[in-house]
């Protein structure tokens, strides 16, 4: 072969190559747990290193937003009514699979939201957020605190194609068991969650956060509801054996959880 000939049958397996690759990867689509049917290409989920957040004002705003995502009472104070951090659901600072990671997000919006009735915008979804998971209020959308999570969320989104998601979006597609059992819940509950979570829910300060009780997430969050958290748990809880319990008990221990009180979701923010 001569020479051009073999640069040419390189760059003809290259592209080959990438778009074998490519098709596999779509061919993984996640399906969405709030857009409409249609699945969604996902690529793997990667995390940035730290390293490569730029210097400048640029980096300062991605820092920013992540320390409001892991310390958000601290960081987002005015928007925040209870003790939870997003990283108590969006673990790792949102980097890990089915615990909702925040990367391959921003990639998706604006989109179709069956709970608003109407086309949201990324601002919106992280509204949401603030009014049911954390019991607080909205954030103007121009506030440097938004712009800043969403720079962080972007930051994460990095090889992400637009219209593209990663890999372990959301949380686990569990099938709910024909019996949910609150009674056998509360024993898996004394044995394996309130050493953490505390005998009333209410949470350990710098361990783990409440689970009910009023410094909880309101009865509007996605969290509040039985299938929900049954997923969160069975893929993440306890943290020092992830993916112990089977899927009754995750739906047995949520319902029990469940069976608490709560704050209730002011309807004055319906629009989110
Ligand atoms: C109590 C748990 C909890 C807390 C706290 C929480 N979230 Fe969420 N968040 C969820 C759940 C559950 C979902 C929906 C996941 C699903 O349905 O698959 C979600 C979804 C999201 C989404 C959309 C993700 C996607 O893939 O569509 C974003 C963005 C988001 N949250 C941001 C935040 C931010 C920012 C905060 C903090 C201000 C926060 N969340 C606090 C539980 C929580
Ligand atoms: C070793 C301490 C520990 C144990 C044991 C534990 N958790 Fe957690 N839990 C945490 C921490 C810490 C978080 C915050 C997320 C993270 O950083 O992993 C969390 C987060 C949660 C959340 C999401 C946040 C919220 O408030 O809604 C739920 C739900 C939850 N745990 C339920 C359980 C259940 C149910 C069990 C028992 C099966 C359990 N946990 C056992 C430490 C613990």
């Not at 068991?177 to 509950?189: C, F, N, T």
Request: overall charge positive; proline content about 10%; some cysteine.
């Amino acid at each position: 072969m001569a020479n051009h000939q073999k640069v040419l049958f390189a760059v003809l397996l290259l592209a080959a190559l990438t778009s074998a690759t490519l098709l596999w990867s779509s061919g993984r689509a996640a399906s969405l747990p709030d857009s409409p049917g249609t699945p969604i290409p996902a690529v793997p989920l990667r995390v940035p290193p730290e390293s490569s957040i730029p210097a400048g004002p640029k980096g300062d705003l991605i820092r920013l937003g992540k320390n409001i995502i892991t310390d958000t009472p601290q960081y987002a104070s005015a928007y925040t009514g209870n003790d939870m951090k997003c990283s108590d659901c969006h673990i790792g600072g949102g980097t890990v699979a089915f615990a909702s990671p925040l990367g391959g997000v921003t990639t998706l919006f604006p989109w179709y939201s069956p709970r608003a009735k109407r086309v949201i915008t990324i601002q919106d979804r992280l509204n949401e957020c603030f009014v049911r998971s954390q019991n607080g209020k909205p954030l103007p959308s121009d506030s440097r605190e938004m712009i800043a999570m969403i720079a962080y969320m972007n930051w994460l989104s990095q090889g992400v194609p637009m219209g593209s998601t990663v890999q372990g979006r959301g949380l686990l597609r569990l099938e709910a068991p024909a019996k949910i059992d609150a009674k056998a819940g509360e024993q898996i509950y004394a044995k394996q969650c309130s050493m953490c979570h505390g005998a009333s829910g209410e949470g350990t300060p710098g361990m783990a956060p409440p689970l009910w009780g009023p410094r909880s997430i309101n009865d509007g969050a996605g969290m509040s509801k039985v299938p929900k958290m049954a997923a969160f748990v069975k893929a993440n809880m306890p943290p020092t054996q992830p993916g112990s319990l089977t899927v009754e008990e995750a739906f047995d221990v949520a319902a029990y959880v469940d069976s608490h009180p709560r704050p209730h979701y002011n309807p004055i923010y319906d629009k989110y």
